[in-house]
């Protein structure tokens, strides 16, 4: 069977474009979390949209089950194919079209993030979601994780910024969801679709919304000597009614992580924490809003409040921080990266909760995170080869996760559940709950073959049979 879908394939793509050797294969046995690794059985790259809508077709055809991948920068092993077909996106990178008068643009799924904002700009406008990834990631897989950004607590996040997707169905049919001009009368499927990490179907083609690009943009850099201050500005600026476009914390092992890395920024060493604000919008009040957010970092006990005063050093500054992950590269050969969310209000106590933890199981966590939305980043550097330090690692990361949880929290904020989170379903969602997963998930894929195993568990999909971690 191998053999006929292999040639069925070829014939629709072309044999350069299809991977069935396992040297060729290995490069996509893994996303960008570590610790994860799965083979495919096939991998197929379509180059057009119709050429995505006739590999679908036969797929459905021959019954088996795929894995859509964009650029395979996430972060929960969501686009892992394990001895299915992948069926890679990456090749679909045409700005279709650019309507800057009512500001949306049409794109297929491969373009990435960033050179979409490059495109736009010449508008004057900015697709605003913004993922640390948003020079590699593509557009494709923001929708399909629902990704959001440093910049997601004022402008949102990507469902807030995606009118309508074109969608190949698993079994072939080709559909639209949603409008890019006003709301749809029916059920917001399209809702559904955004963040549903390809278990639904593959996107073909995206209508996103653009926004004005600021006027004026303020960057400040507040320091400060303890964690828990840093916490507490936070909570003070928000208080205030200020609605940052960004609000980010780092730790001190982190800013040494991406100061002693080709990415430094100039975050001072010595800090226990930093935040990195960014305020923008007319210039008129602008200013205001700056000593306001400076007072309320020196009032919580920030040692200095600095304002970036050129491009090139919000530039800096903004680099240190999305390139943070790439960094901690440094530390450790293996990274668990986590993507809790827990009221902002409860920060203080939970980030006390994760040193707590991290001290008992001798663990070093590198905390990175939205704190204005309270989008927590724990993440933990390990030797995978290291059968003590690995049970470590992740004994200390399910109690991290359960803290959160218990303080009201969330298990994912940005970064999907794909294989990493699944343990934890059952501990934030009643058996009703994922019931009803499985049924809305029955709506788009009866047959369960668009990313099996993934985003919920067994006793409620009966399909999970465990993911493959490297420890």
């Known amino acids: 069977m191998r053999d006929a ?146 910049h997601c607590l004022k402008y949102g996040v990507t469902l807030n910024h995606v009118v309508e997707c074109e969608v190949v169905l698993p079994n072939g049919t080709v559909t639209r969801l949603g409008s890019a001009f ?65 609000l980010e914390m780092m730790d001190n092992a982190t800013i040494r992580a991406v100061e002693a890395s080709i990415y430094a920024a100039g975050y001072p060493i010595d800090a226990a924490a930093i935040l990195l604000c960014e305020v923008d919008g007319i210039a008129d009040g602008l200013d205001d809003d700056v000593s306001i957010i400076r007072r309320c970092c020196m009032d919580a006990g920030a040692r200095d409040v600095l304002v970036a005063t050129t491009d090139a050093d919000r530039t800096r500054l903004w680099q240190g921080r999305k390139k943070a992950f790439g960094a901690m590269g440094r530390i450790a050969p293996s990274l668990v990266v986590q993507d809790a969310v827990v009221p902002r209000t409860r920060l203080p106590d939970v980030l006390a909760t994760i040193h707590e933890i991290a001290t008992r199981h001798r663990v070093q966590v590198c905390n990175v995170f939205h704190a204005g939305d309270g989008n927590l980043h724990p993440n933990i550097p390990y030797d995978a080869n290291d059968a003590d330090a690995s049970a470590r690692v992740h004994e200390a990361m399910s109690e991290i996760m359960q803290a959160c949880i218990d303080a009201g929290g969330t298990i994912t904020g940005e970064h999907g559940v794909g294989l990493d989170k699944l343990p934890y379903m059952d501990r934030l969602f009643t058996a009703e709950s994922l019931s009803a997963m499985c049924r809305i998930r029955d709506v788009f894929d009866p047959d369960r073959r668009a990313n099996p195993g993934k985003v919920v568990p067994v006793h409620s999909c009966k399909e999970w049979h465990g993911p493959r971690r490297r420890t």
Do not use: M
């Open 5 to 150: 879908l292999l040639a069925t394939l070829s014939a629709i793509v072309g044999p350069r474009w299809v991977k069935s050797r396992a040297p060729e294969l290995v490069a996509y046995d893994a996303d960008g979390l570590p610790g994860y690794r799965a083979l495919p059985n096939l991998a197929v790259f379509p180059g057009t949209r119709d050429e995505v809508v006739a590999v679908v077709q036969a797929l459905a055809t021959a019954g088996v089950s795929f894995v859509p991948r964009g650029a395979g920068t996430g972060l929960s092993g969501g686009s892992l194919a394990d001895d299915v077909v992948l069926l890679g996106l990456n090749r679909l990178t045409r700005i279709l079209e650019v309507d800057a008068v009512n500001r949306i643009a049409r794109v297929e799924t491969g373009v990435v993030n960033a050179k979409l904002s490059r495109a736009v700009a010449a508008f004057g406008l900015q697709y605003a979601p913004d993922p640390s990834s948003q020079s590699v990631c593509t557009i494709g897989g923001n929708v399909a994780e629902n990704a959001g950004g440093p």
């Open 182 to 246: 006003g709301e749809s009368d029916d059920y917001d499927l399209l809702g559904l679709f955004v963040g549903s990490e390809g278990c639904f179907g593959v996107a073909t083609e995206i209508t996103v919304r653009l926004v004005p690009l600021p006027d004026t943009v303020h960057t400040l850099l507040a320091d400060f000597p303890s964690i828990d201050a840093a916490a507490r500005a936070v909570s003070r600026i928000v208080a205030t009614g200020i609605v940052p476009a960004a």
